[in-house]
């Protein structure tokens, strides 16, 4: 994460007037990284400008009415909260992110939802109907 900072600063210097949004999508942090992403959202976010940040959580949250979809290691609802507390303070907007079923997989990869429920599995050419 030190190299984000460098990133954005040479990423927003070309800018003469500030944007309207100047935002960042970022992939949510793993349980044992929340300090450094609080830290990351109230000190590095404001120091640049970014006012809004796109947290991309899919399915590493700890999904209580489907547990079956949850993909390890997920982030309890108190650690949604801190993220969310930490955006607020620091006058960034926070826009959580889901990949919906055309992003269910990567390479030899498939994420919770397909893993749970294949029969939304759209990949074409793997079953005969599609």
């Known amino acids: 994460m030190r190299l ?16 309207p949004v100047r935002g960042i999508h970022l992939a949510a942090p793993r349980p044992d990284e929340m300090d450094l992403a609080l830290r990351f959202i109230t000190e590095a976010l404001p ?16 999904y209580t009415t489907r547990p079956e979809i949850v993909d390890e290691p997920a982030l309890a609802p108190e650690d949604l909260a801190r993220l969310a507390e930490a955006c607020r303070k620091a006058n960034v ?7 919906l079923l055309g992003h269910q ?16 599995d759209e990949t074409p050419g793997k079953y005969p109907d599609n």
Do not use: C, D
């Open 93 to 99: 907007r926070l826009v959580p992110m889901i990949n």
């Open 47 to 62: 120091k640049e400008g970014v006012n809004t940040l796109v947290l991309e959580i899919n399915y590493r949250y700890r």
């Open 4 to 19: 984000l900072p460098a990133i954005l600063a040479f990423a927003f210097a070309a800018q003469a007037e500030p944007l």
């Open 105 to 120: 997989s990567w390479a030899k990869t498939t994420f919770g939802l397909l893993r749970s429920h294949p029969e939304f």
